[in-house]
């Protein structure tokens, strides 16, 4: 038999409720995933990879791709992922997270979500190579990854073990939501990085381009993090979101326990 808060709150409230902290926290969410992206972007690709100046080019090259790819989950969406992930919690004397604690949460946090999406990537990569249902049978199994490691401070395995955990048996339920979460991201990198990929074709300038992956990969990630940790919520507690959230605060009490 169903459990009875199981049914109060489907896959559709889920991804409404996540949309709606999305728009109550715009200004956070925005906040941190541009003081972690942009200057992440610009030091690599306009420095390192000397777009600054460049030649515009249609299709860029599979190494700068890669490197590109690296940014956003090496240092993107283990800084402003946490960080988009604490302000989603509300401590218990309702006071909402600034951007400047929930950055500092990050950097604490760093090294074990590092290495967990390091790991988890290395997995459903190899899934995705080998047949593309296992790739993305773990993509969903794996995907509380994040919000576990922040919360419950778990190391990268225990991590990814606890997220099979809490998306046994709702594997329908997190995919909707994280295919929402996903065309939403999407949405926001087709409306922000068109204008800019216009300009730097029109100026042939990479410069331009890499601005707008930078802005993409800035207010995207953030999105998509706080759609995961919403979904989070929900598993761990079968169903009561409300509750979860405004008691999420408690996850964090797990650290250092594997």
């Known amino acids: 038999m169903a459990d009875p808060s199981d049914r109060r709150f489907g896959a559709v409230a889920v991804v409404a409720h996540a949309f709606l902290i999305i728009r109550r926290r715009a200004l956070a969410l925005a906040t941190v995933g541009l003081l972690v992206a942009v200057p992440a972007h610009l030091a690599v ?30 240092v993107v969406v283990p800084l402003a992922g946490v960080a988009a992930t604490l302000l989603v919690v509300r401590a218990p004397q ?30 459903i990569g190899g899934g995705l190579l080998l047949f593309v249902l296992p790739g993305i049978y773990l993509a969903v199994r794996w995907s509380l990854a994040l919000p ?18 809490l998306t046994a048996g709702a594997f329908w339920r997190a995919s909707l939501v994280l295919a929402c979460g996903w065309l939403l991201a999407s949405a926001i990198t087709l409306a922000i990085g068109a204008p800019f990929e216009s300009l730097a074709r029109s100026a042939n300038d990479a410069s331009w381009s890499l601005l707008g992956q930078a802005f993409t ?3 995207a990630i953030p ?3 706080v759609c995961t940790a919403v979904l989070y919520f929900d598993r761990r507690s079968n169903g009561a979101l409300r509750e979860a959230v405004d008691l999420g605060a408690g996850g964090q009490s797990g650290d250092g326990h594997e």
């Open 94 to 123: 309702e006071q909402a997270t600034g951007p400047g604690r929930a950055l500092e949460f990050g950097l604490d946090r760093y090294p074990r979500t590092a290495a967990t999406i390091a790991l988890a990537a290395l997995g």
């Open 148 to 165: 576990v490691v922040a919360l419950e401070g778990l190391g990268p395995v225990s991590a990814l073990r606890r997220s099979g955990e």
């Open 223 to 225: 999105a998509y993090t």
């Open 217 to 219: 990969s800035a207010l």
């Open 45 to 74: 690709g306009g420095i390192g990879l000397r777009d600054f100046g460049a030649s515009y080019a249609a299709r860029p090259q599979p190494t700068e791709v890669l490197v590109t790819t690296l940014v956003d989950l090496l």
